[in-house]
Nanobody, 130 residues
Framework: QEILVESGGGLVQAGGSLRLSCAPSGRAFSTYAMGWFRQAPEKEREFVAV?????????????DYADSVKGRFTISRDSARGTVDLQMNNLKPEDTATYYCASAVTYHNNYRNVAAYAFWGQGTQVAVSK
């Protein structure tokens, strides 16, 4: 049984859109933060987006984005479906990568850091043609 399951990847033309979803369960559920990272071949994992809560909030109330996707990608939580989604608009060829959902089950002061996350999904492929 998968703890984090990503879906929604695919092949699109530049300028197109995709919506990725992450379904957490078990230990990955009700976390401090849910993040999206991506990794291209021969590259390190890089931060994409995160939705998180601070120590004074009862639920997720903050978001952060990599500069490369700011204004194009939106991270959100869908309470009805129980998922964390990443809406990706105006996709570019440089967005091509495997996208991973990650869950942080404890507080961290920098959710851009891969070390903040205890659980990772299997990844979903996104390819953007020119």
């Amino acid at each position: 049984q998968e703890i984090l399951v990503e879906s929604g990847g695919g092949l699109v033309q530049a300028g197109g859109s995709l919506r990725l979803s992450c379904a957490p369960s078990g230990r990955a559920f009700s976390t401090y933060a849910m993040g999206w990272f991506r990794q291209a071949p021969e590259k390190e994992r890089e931060f994409v987006a995160v939705i998180f809560r601070n120590t004074l909030s009862a639920w997720f109330s903050n978001t952060d984005y990599a500069d490369s996707v700011k204004g194009r990608f939106t991270i959100s939580r869908d309470s009805a479906r129980g998922t964390v989604d990443l809406q990706m608009n105006n996709l570019k060829p440089e967005d091509t990568a495997t996208y991973y959902c990650a869950s942080a089950v404890t507080y961290h002061n920098n959710y851009r850091n891969v070390a903040a996350y205890a659980f990772w999904g299997q990844g979903t492929q996104v390819a953007v043609s020119k």
